[in-house]
């Protein structure tokens, strides 16, 4: 028995350690800890609640605005404010584009270099490449010469003797199963994806000023001005026109790119769909709807939980079940080690690991800076796989039809998707779903403001002098990576308690109080690991789940503590 | 192990780049960094040189937005050479290895290019103990091996550059930004929330060229970025100027892109090249999206600017109603929250619109980043 450390794991978000329990070349135990904490939510006392989207959109710069989304639901939510359909739909558009933008660059700058051998392109023949390539997609850039030039360019960095970003890559392990022309077509397309990502995420410019942080949410609504005959509105014909040309190149992207190049790789390596499980209960808050969101039924990713891989039930969420646990987590509840619902929340940091350098963790002590997040006490994997169960087994007609497709291509049984490559094909499927979406919110943001509806903000509230006394209330979004929910709760003018409970937490939580493993700690068991120097296949498992650990990490509460804003010495003016 | 004739043009050729495109290239790095025209081709030249300078970049108490930012960078056609110009070895968030096979590039490169590499850091460093901790190191450690060995470090966002949102009040972990944690260390801040890409870019190939860091002000910011009050290069200024405001989100001022100042825009008294430069090849700007500024690359914004919704006080010459004589002469942060103290809903009244500045200097908050400073 030996123990495995992956510290840091890499292409991830943020920063998370991997320790497991090797027996004969398998991973008989797991802990997964998140090792970096910041404190947003303590920072966010007595702050204006109508900024504070501007300061959570700060808990992740990858997933960027989906914390920014979420809170002005939650803040809306407890100030009881409707906001425009404009405003729905530009929060759509955003997000939607998020969810196109952040997993394509999942699939190909996070994820791919677990299946794809960089150093094996240089062996492709590139005639037979672009046979490979126009077999598979209609996609233009397919010629010989095309792969040649790629190929070209990964010799050059060879040759030169500095690979710059690909200098710690596992090539040659023995895990790698694609044939070298698969690899150039790879290579080639996480080049390609990296230009195309910035260049369809304008789309957040447009609309946000900026990404990553676009900066144009409201309590309320939206900044986004719209005005049919106003050069200088932030929606006009000519931006529609932009956009609306930005969503069809994600859609083509999608559809001509991703889509075949996941099939294609996943084509390879049909052992994992039998690996990487997880815990079997799958939780969606569902998003996505039309209007001004409140209405579930009609929500594109439909709300629900799955319990122990049983798709032929699906069960109503209830805010009420939600709770959060730190007994293995380093925070010290005032009563105990009992769970907490999100509007209980209370934590103090407290770190009691070992003093750094180290070289394990405490793993039967507190080892993690997640907490554990439960739903009727039992731990729930969340995300585009997730997303992807409920809906299929709630009977969601476009989900099901685009499950059942990939299902009968692999020709396999829908329990394939409980794997490591079912994340991977589920977060495939939901891109496509979504990028086909996206047009249709540009074009009802034209109908509306041809038709002289411009509304955009709902301003009735937005002077605190119209608030309750106190109020509270919470904002749920289906983030790229699965369930996301804020926790607002305001006195007079400031915020008295915020939490948010995030889709990272629900996936790589520890253990809770009943020793219940967090998903990414049960997916990884019985995992192979061939070269413990070098745990590839640790990295495909936790990989899939896409984690994002600066989400995951945050902090509630610190209530009756007391500190006034600092001046700035530095800012003297006259 | 490096092959001596290894020339990066002709790498860039192999990847269609040609020379004209890689001059083109420059050519925009010398209008972003204000250099004359004849420095042409010494960037030309310097970008052209054999041995690719290796950069580490270290990510601590982040978000990953600055690295996120950097993967937008703008030139379409050669940001693939930006990141060609240099051997970009460690980077959490796209490096291939992970574990061991991470760390152990970091300690070649720290012992085998000692002095020579560039170092970039994203994310504050805490000074509380475990509150980060990578490979079971503790960010302190981390960047003071790494930074205190390499030939410059350049410091990206707001929370490598002063703390940022970690260290905003009551700053739990103790954070700090990199040049107050390594003191002594040379450090380059590139302000933002996140840094701008175009920004960073070009005061790489700077330093590629002269081997030096462009001239910084007295917070080590980059003059050609931080030198010039947003409010002064805004599109919206003329606005201004005629008094026309927004004074409620969604109205006819909104709609025809007037002045936000009301909505509380920080661009008076916060500096920046966003109106130039813009954000995401050009694409646009938060003002220009219709909300106000929030003074990003200023120190500390995070509680200096905030709250972001409330008016800014009054500023000598800014020409001001609300509070002149109740908070006089103060801080801008200070004044801000004296003012929220005092009462939040006079900020928020609707008010008459102040008067055109007549003495646009008048407005000195930030006059000091005008000197030039090149050390730190």
Same mark, same amino acid.
């Given at each position: 028995m030996a123990r495995l450390v992956v510290d840091p794991v890499t292409r991830i978000e943020g920063h998370l350690r991997i320790e497991a329990q090797l027996d004969g070349g398998k991973i008989s135990d797991a802990w997964s800890a998140g090792t970096m904490f910041r404190g947003i939510e303590i920072i966010l006392q007595k702050r204006d609640p109508r900024e504070a989207w501007i300061w959570t959109q700060r808990i992740c710069g990858v997933c960027t605005m989906v914390h920014a989304l979420a809170s002005v639901r939650a803040v809306e939510n407890a100030l009881q404010i409707e906001v425009p359909e404009n405003a729905g739909l530009v929060r759509n558009l955003i997000a939607g584009s998020q969810m196109v933008q952040d997993h394509v660059i999942h699939f190909y700058h996070l994820h791919a270099l677990d299946w794809v051998d960089v150093t094996l392109a240089l062996k492709a023949d590139p005639a037979k490449t672009s046979q490979l390539a126009q077999s598979i997609s209609n996609y233009e850039k397919s010629s010989a010469t095309y792969f040649k030039g790629v190929q070209d360019r990964v010799k050059g960095l060879v040759a030169s003797g500095q690979l710059s970003l690909f200098t710690s890559g596992y090539w040659g392990h023995p895990a790698y199963h694609l044939p070298p022309e698969a690899n150039l077509l790879a290579v080639a397309h996480y080049l390609e994806a990296l230009t195309w990502q910035k260049d369809f995420i304008r789309l957040h410019a447009v609309l946000g000023g900026k990404n990553p942080h676009p900066q144009t949410f409201l309590v309320g609504g939206m900044s986004t001005a719209m005005d049919p005959n106003e050069p200088f509105a932030v929606i006009n014909p000519e931006r529609i026109t932009f956009l609306r040309q930005l969503v069809r190149g994600a859609k083509k992207f999608v559809d001509q790119v991703y889509i075949p190049d996941v099939l294609a790789v996943a084509g390879f390596y049909k052992d994992w769909f039998t690996r990487g499980e997880g815990v079997g209960n799958f939780l969606s808050y569902g998003d996505y709807g039309s209007g001004n969101q409140t209405d579930a039924g009609t929500f594109l990713f439909p709300r629900g939980v799955v319990l122990n891989r049983d798709i032929s039930k699906v069960y109503p969420v209830d805010p009420a079940q939600i709770t959060e646990a730190v007994s293995h987590s380093w925070y010290d509840y005032s009563d105990g080690d009992k769970p907490k619902h999100p509007f209980d929340g209370e934590t103090n940091p407290k770190y009691s690991g070992p003093k750094a350098p180290y070289d394990f963790l405490e793993v039967d002590k507190k080892y993690s800076w997640l907490k554990s997040p439960r739903y009727q006490g039992k731990p729930m994997e969340v995300g585009p796989l997730a997303r992807m169960v409920v809906g299929y087994a709630a009977g969601q007609k476009e989900i099901k039809a685009a499950v059942d497709g990939v299902l009968k291509l692999f020709n396999a049984p829908p329990t394939v998707l409980f794997s490591t490559l079912g994340r991977i094909a589920a977060r495939a499927i939901e891109t496509q779903l979504m990028a086909g979406?996206?047009?249709?919110?540009?074009?009802?943001?034209?109908?509306?403001?041809?038709?002289?509806?411009?509304?955009?903000?709902?301003?009735?509230?937005?002077?605190p002098s119209t608030w309750q006394a106190s109020s509270r209330g919470f904002g749920w979004h289906e983030a790229p990576r699965g369930s996301l929910g804020h926790w607002v709760e305001i006195e007079g003018r400031g915020i008295k308690n915020y939490q948010a409970v995030v889709p990272t937490t629900w996936n790589a939580g520890p253990r809770d109080s009943e020793g219940q493993r967090g998903p990414y700690e049960a997916s990884l068991i019985n995992t192979p690991v061939a070269d413990p120097d070098r745990p590839l296949e640790v990295l495909r498992t936790i990989h899939s789940f896409d984690p994002c650990i600066a989400c995951a990490v945050h902090v509630v509460d610190a209530r009756g503590r007391d500190y006034t804003i600092p001046t700035a010495p530095d800012l003297k003016v006259g | 192990m490096l092959s001596?004739?290894?020339?990066?043009?002709?790498?860039?050729?192999?990847?269609?780049?040609? =020379? =004209?495109?890689?001059?083109?290239?420059?050519?925009?790095?010398?209008?972003?960094?204000?250099? %004359?025209?004849?420095?042409?081709?010494?960037?030309?030249?310097?970008?052209?040189?054999?041995?690719? %300078?290796?950069? /580490?970049?270290?990510?601590?108490?982040?978000?990953?937005?600055?690295?996120?930012?950097m993967l937008r960078s703008s030139? %379409?056609?050669?940001?693939?050479?930006?990141?060609?110009?240099?051997?970009?070895?460690?980077?959490?968030?796209?490096?291939?290895?992970?574990?061991?096979?991470?760390?152990? /590039?970091?300690? =070649?490169?720290?012992?085998?290019?000692?002095?020579?590499?560039?170092?970039?850091?994203?994310?504050?460093? %805490?000074?509380?103990?475990g509150f980060c901790n990578i490979g079971g190191h503790s960010a302190m450690e981390i960047a003071d091996k790494v930074c205190r060995n390499a030939a410059a470090t350049i410091a990206v966002g707001a929370c490598a550059f002063d703390g940022g949102l970690v260290r905003a009040a009551p700053n739990p972990t103790g954070a700090l930004g990199v040049q107050e944690a390594l003191p002594g260390v040379k450090v380059m801040n590139m302000a933002g929330c996140p840094h701008n890409p175009a920004n960073t870019a070009a005061a790489l190939v700077h330093f590629l060229t002269f081997n030096d860091l462009p001239a910084l002000d007295q917070y080590n910011r980059p003059l050609f970025a931080y030198g010039r009050i947003i409010h002064d290069q805004c599109e919206r200024r003329a606005h201004y100027d005629a008094g026309r405001f927004v004074v409620d989100w969604g109205d006819e001022g909104h709609r025809k892109g007037w002045c936000l100042y009301k909505m509380g825009c920080k661009g008076p008294a916060a500096t920046f090249n966003c109106p130039v430069v813009g954000w995401n090849d050009h694409t646009s700007w938060p003002i220009r999206a219709g909300h106000g500024c929030i003074g990003c690359a200023s120190p500390r914004f995070w509680d200096h600017m905030s709250p972001f919704y409330d008016r800014i006080p009054s500023v000598p010459g800014f020409g001001v109603e609300v509070t002149a004589g109740e908070i006089g002469l103060g801080l801008v942060g200070a004044t801000i929250a004296g003012v929220t103290a005092h009462g939040l809903i006079k900020m928020i009244k609707p008010a008459p619109p102040p008067p055109p500045v007549r003495e646009t200097d008048g407005l000195t908050v930030n006059q000091e980043v005008q000197q030039p400073r090149k050390e730190n």
């Open positions: 979406h996206l047009e249709q919110w540009v074009d009802a943001l034209d109908s509306n403001m041809a038709h002289g509806k411009v509304a955009i903000c709902n301003t009735t509230r937005w002077d | 001596p004739e290894l020339d990066v043009s002709s790498a860039l050729a192999r990847q269609g780049i040609t =020379r =004209r495109q890689l001059a083109k290239f420059c050519g925009a790095m010398l209008a972003t960094l204000a250099l %004359p025209d004849r420095y042409l081709a010494q960037v030309v030249q310097a970008v052209g040189k054999a041995k690719k %300078p290796v950069l /580490v970049w270290l990510q601590f108490q982040d978000c990953t937005g600055c690295s996120e930012s030139n %379409p056609d050669v940001a693939e050479a930006v990141l060609d110009l240099l051997s970009w070895e460690y980077h959490e968030v796209i490096m291939p290895g992970a574990g061991k096979a991470a760390n152990s /590039v970091l300690d =070649r490169v720290v012992n085998e290019d000692k002095g020579k590499y560039l170092a970039v850091v994203e994310g504050a460093i %805490p000074t509380g103990e």
